[in-house]
């Protein structure tokens, strides 16, 4: 199984980029799918999550409104649309796959984890 993403770049705050997330080897639309990050110095954090068929999504607070998470299960690739981005989204992202969105709000028992991308939002 792999997921590999990828997108970032530099990028000044205020513009967007858009992360994509290829997976194979894994049934894709059998998974949830979601983002985490990782700031310099800190901990990972969870972003955002979809669940299998893109019905349902689900936030961070700080990033509702200005990301949008989708998937397109014909291609097995889920995207990241990051809109008005901001010096404190500096981080490398990384896509990663779960049973279900739960797995991504607990952030526990998530069983695939892309290698990152890393995304630089100059002030």
């Known amino acids: 199984v792999q997921l590999q993403a990828f997108g970032g770049g530099l990028v000044q705050a205020g513009g967007s980029l858009r992360l994509s997330c290829v997976a194979s080897?894994?049934?894709?639309?059998?998974?949830?799918l979601g983002w985490f990050r990782q700031a310099p110095g800190k901990e990972r954090e969870y972003v955002t999550a979809?669940?299998?068929?893109?019905?349902?999504?689900d936030y961070v607070s700080t990033v509702k409104g200005r990301f949008t998470i989708s998937r397109d299960n014909a291609k097995n690739t889920v995207y990241l649309q990051m809109n008005s981005l901001k010096h404190e989204d500096t981080a490398v992202y990384y896509c990663?796959?779960?049973?279900?969105?739960?797995?991504?709000?607990?952030?526990?028992?998530?069983?695939?984890w892309g290698q990152g991308t890393e995304v630089t939002v100059s002030s």
């Open positions: 990663a796959a779960g049973i279900t969105m739960g797995n991504f709000l607990k952030n526990s028992g998530l069983e695939y």
């Open positions: 080897g894994l049934p894709f639309s059998d998974y949830a």
């Open positions: 979809i669940s299998w068929d893109g019905g349902s999504t």
